[in-house]
């Protein structure tokens, strides 16, 4: 089980909201803590694998269920 540091919600905003909002929250978390971002824009799957990409957060899990995808990312 994936231990949850910081959860937000970003259900109905749209890219790049998300990915800005993910980066706020990731700065107030501890290095190797795990961040969990729930949204309901279809783009953030692809979003999300590229900032991971781009800045080194290790994204340990998406899935999605429904209209909502749930995006884990661990902090570096």
Do not use: W, Y
């Not at 990915?19 to 824009?41: N, R, W």
């Not at 783009?43 to 900032?51: H, I, L, W």
């Amino acid at each position: 089980m994936l231990e949850i540091h910081k959860e937000i919600d970003t259900r109905g905003l749209n890219c790049p909201l998300p990915i800005l909002k993910a980066k706020k929250a990731l700065a107030e978390i501890e290095s190797g803590q795990v961040l969990k971002v729930v949204a309901t824009d279809p783009g953030s799957v692809r979003d999300f694998q590229a900032f991971a990409r781009q800045t080194g957060h290790e994204l340990v899990e998406q899935t999605s269920s429904g209209d909502e995808f749930v995006h884990c990312l661990k902090k570096r």
